[in-house]
């Protein structure tokens, strides 16, 4: 009964990551051909230091107004080649990096399925994939900002030194969360071990 229950969560999780897999490929690859349409939309947001005029901004009740150290998104309405290249590369490693990651889970858990899980083959993989997910991860993010620097330069009136708004934390913590439960897996393994050669 737990077995069977247990076959049933792995072969949702399974499906689960396969479509994660396949919907990230879709995006990643739509994507790619969108950035070589001519007149294709890039968006990017720029710091609010750098822009002029704010404070006279509309809409807005009185005592509201831009947060001067925050980001307002802008839309360039004819961007050229180098310009949409540069908003693909804020999106496409990430969305790649998301399929890779997906496509591994979803092999861990079909040998899972397969045979027994509790395997030290399946905690090495576990923490091959929580380390992808970390460096790889790390370095996506910090591709995504040195294009989005670029970007905000063609944008902006008067050169400005770019300051990374947004965090890779996500990344780290998603790998340190696959970390801890292969290490888990492996404490668990080996506990089997040690039960099997006292019985």
Do not use: N
């Not at 994660?20 to 294709?40: D, E, M, N, Q, T």
């Amino acid at each position: 009964m737990i077995r069977t229950r247990l076959g049933t969560w792995l072969g949702w999780l399974r499906a689960t990551a396969t479509f994660v897999f396949i919907a990230a490929l879709c995006l990643a690859v739509a994507l790619l051909v969108i950035a070589f349409v001519p007149g294709s939309p890039v968006t990017q947001e720029l710091p609010s230091a750098a822009l002029t005029g704010l404070d006279r901004v509309g809409g807005v009740t009185t005592g509201v107004g831009v947060d001067p150290s925050g980001w307002v998104p802008f839309t360039i309405h004819d961007p050229s080649l180098p310009e949409r290249l540069l908003y693909l590369l804020t999106l496409l490693p990430g969305l790649l990096l998301i399929a890779e990651i997906a496509r591994r889970i979803a092999g861990l858990l079909r040998v899972a399925q397969a045979s027994d899980p509790f395997t030290t083959t399946t905690a090495r993989g576990l923490t091959a994939v929580a380390k992808l997910t970390a460096f790889a991860g790390l370095g996506t993010w910090i591709l995504s900002q040195v294009a989005q620097g670029l970007l905000s330069a063609t944008m902006l009136a008067s050169p400005r030194t770019y300051t990374p708004h947004q965090s890779p934390l996500g990344w780290l913590a998603v790998g340190l969360i696959f970390a801890a439960l292969a290490q888990i897996l492996d404490r668990g393994v080996a506990m089997r071990a040690e039960l099997d050669t006292v019985i």
